[in-house]
T-cell receptor, first 114, second 108 residues
Framework: DAGVIQSPRHEVTEMGQEVTLRCKPISGHNSLFWYRQTMMRGLELLIYFNNNVPIDDSGMPEDRFSAKMPNASFSTLKIQPSEPRDSAVYFC????????????FGPGTRLTVL | GIQVEQSPPDLILQEGANSTLRCNFSDSVNNLQWFHQNPWGQLINLFYIPSGTKQNGRLSATTVATERYSLLYISSSQTTDSGVYFCAVLNTGNQFYFGTGTSLTVIP
């Protein structure tokens, strides 16, 4: 299996621009997670999907952030408009079953907002 | 929310040495995982261990859920073990938290 795939690996954009991060979970996994990692706040869970349905989005920082999972093999995390404080590494993870079972992480997308 | 504290925060080892990393949590948990984040940023799943003991090569982990801690043992450390080790827990309220991490440097 190819593992969790994320794209792009690096993104540099200017403040105010829309940013879309993409994730392909491991085939057969039905739970998907988006995380953000910064030096100040460490690793934070943003949103959790199970069977393509958002279960817990309490970690989404504000309305500028949105996430979708249109099918079992694809998810997006969108930031519109982006701000410099959104600069971070964004990880996607997937697991089988429900309820935060053993998670496997993608390589991450390093986002820099200028 | 639950507090997840890891110790020590930083650790420097000579290659070949053994070490124990600790994860304390402030409330009951339904599951616990250990991860290694390598110097390139990749998060690698080490153990899924809500209770009991598991071993994988030079690494082993023990979780004593009733006493609210987990330990990660690294034996015969190698330079490739360098990086940050995180524990992450799921509390009974279905909230998932990462610990603060232990930064390990293994020197040859």
């Amino acid at each position: 299996d190819a593992g969790v795939i994320q794209s792009p690996r690096h993104e540099v954009t200017e403040m105010g621009q829309e940013v879309t991060l993409r994730c392909k979970p491991i085939s057969g996994h039905n739970s998907l997670f988006w995380y953000r990692q910064t030096m100040m706040r460490g690793l934070e869970l943003l949103i959790y999907f199970n069977n393509n349905v958002p279960i817990d989005d309490s970690g989404m920082p504000e309305d500028r952030f949105s996430a979708k999972m249109p099918n079992a093999s694809f998810s997006t995390l969108k930031i519109q408009p982006s701000e410099p404080r959104d600069s971070a590494v964004y990880f996607c993870a997937s697991s089988s079953g429900t309820n935060y079972n053993e998670q496997f992480f993608g390589p991450g997308t390093r986002l820099t907002v200028l | 929310g639950i507090q997840v504290e890891q110790s020590p925060p930083d650790l420097i080892l000579q290659e070949g040495a053994n070490s124990t990393l600790r994860c304390n949590f402030s409330d009951s948990v339904n599951n616990l995982q250990w991860f290694h984040q390598n110097p390139w940023g990749q998060l690698i799943n080490l153990f899924y261990i809500p209770s009991g003991t598991k071993q994988n090569g030079r690494l082993s982990a023990t979780t004593v859920a009733t006493e609210r801690y987990s330990l990660l043992y690294i034996s015969s450390s190698q330079t490739t073990d360098s990086g940050v080790y995180f524990c992450a827990v799921l509390n009974t309220g279905n909230q998932f938290y990462f610990g603060t991490g232990t930064s390990l440097t293994v020197i040859p």
